[in-house]
C-alpha cells in the first residue's frame, strides 16, 4: 500500500485571505510540479490546499507518513535570499521584474530562483523567516525601501470631520482625510456624556478618504484619538477639542 509523504513544513501555516489566492495557487503548482518530478502522485486538490490542508504527494514504498526535511532558515534561507538581492545581478532583475508584475516580494523571490528548485523548496520551507528577513532588509512590495516608521510629525496628514450624515441605527458618519501616503487609521471615540467609554473605529488603509462611525450607544460622540500605522510600525495622535486637525 502506498505511504503518504508530507512536503514542506510551510504547509503547517497556510496561506489565508482572497488577497494571496493566486499567490496559492501559483505555490501549490510548484508543489504539483515537484512532486511528479520526483515521480509522485499528487494526492491534494488545490482547494484542499487553500483550506490550509498538508500538501500530500503519494509514493510507493514502505514507511510511515512524516514531513520532509526542513532546512535552516537562518542559514540555507538567508543564503538564497541574499543571493537573489545582493549577489546576482541577473537574479535581481528578475525580482525587480517580478515586483513589477505585481507580485510580493517572497513571490519575486521565487520567480528568481525559477533555475534551482532546491532553492525555491528552501525559501518555501521558511516563509515566514524569510518574510520577516525581507521586512527587516527594507524590501517591500515595490522592491523600495520601506516607509518609515510614523511619527508626530505624520498627524497633520490625517484629518476627520463629520459629514453631518447618520445611518438608519443613528450612528453618525466622520469622512477621514489623508493628504500625505497611504496609512492605515484607527479613531477613538468618546461619549461626551461619560467619557470613561470608548470604542475604535478602523478606516482601513486610507488613500485619500474613507469614512468611519461613531457608536450609536454614544450621546454624544466626541474624537479623542486617531492611530496611524504602516508595516514599519505606529503613532497615536491627539485630537484637539471638537475635532482632529
Known amino acids: 500500500m ?10 503547517l501555516c497556510p496561506i489565508a485571505g482572497a488577497a494571496r ?26 482547494e484542499q490546499y487553500n483550506r490550509g490542508e498538508r500538501f500530500i504527494c503519494q509514493r510507493g514504498g514502505s514507511g510511515s507518513s512524516q514531513p520532509g526535511p526542513e532546512p535552516s532558515c537562518s542559514r540555507d534561507a538567508k543564503i538564497n535570499t541574499d543571493w537573489v538581492l545582493s549577489q546576482d545581478k541577473g537574479a535581481r532583475l528578475r525580482f525587480n521584474q517580478a515586483i513589477g508584475a ?5 513571490d ?65 458618519e466622520y469622512r477621514v482625510s489623508n493628504r500625505c501616503a497611504p496609512l492605515n487609521v484607527t479613531v477613538v471615540f468618546v ?10 473605529a478602523d478606516a482601513g488603509l486610507v488613500g485619500r478618504a474613507a469614512t ?5 450607544t454614544f450621546r454624544i460622540p466626541s474624537l479623542e484619538a486617531y492611530n496611524i500605522r504602516n508595516d514599519s510600525g505606529s503613532y497615536t495622535c491627539r485630537c484637539k477639542p471638537g475635532a482632529c486637525n
Open 108 to 172: 519575486a523571490l521565487l520567480v528568481a530562483q525559477g533555475h534551482n528548485p532546491g532553492a525555491q523548496k528552501s525559501l518555501l520551507a521558511c516563509q515566514g523567516w524569510v518574510e520577516g528577513y525581507l521586512r527587516r532588509l527594507g524590501e517591500n512590495r515595490d522592491g523600495r525601501p520601506a516607509a518609515a516608521k510614523p511619527t508626530p510629525e505624520g498627524c497633520p496628514c490625517i484629518s476627520i470631520i463629520p459629514t453631518g450624515n447618520s445611518d438608519f441605527e443613528g450612528r453618525a
Open 21 to 46: 489566492a493566486q499567490s496559492s495557487a501559483w505555490t501549490y503548482d510548484i508543489f504539483v510540479n515537484e512532486c511528479r518530478k520526483a515521480g509522485g502522485t499528487v494526492g491534494s486538490t488545490l
Open 212 to 216: 468611519v462611525k461613531a457608536p450609536a
Open 102 to 106: 505585481g507580485k510580493s516580494a517572497f
Open 2 to 11: 502506498k505511504s503518504l509523504l508530507v512536503w514542506c513544513a510551510i504547509l
Open 191 to 200: 461619549d461626551a456624556t461619560a467619557t470613561s467609554l470608548s470604542a475604535r
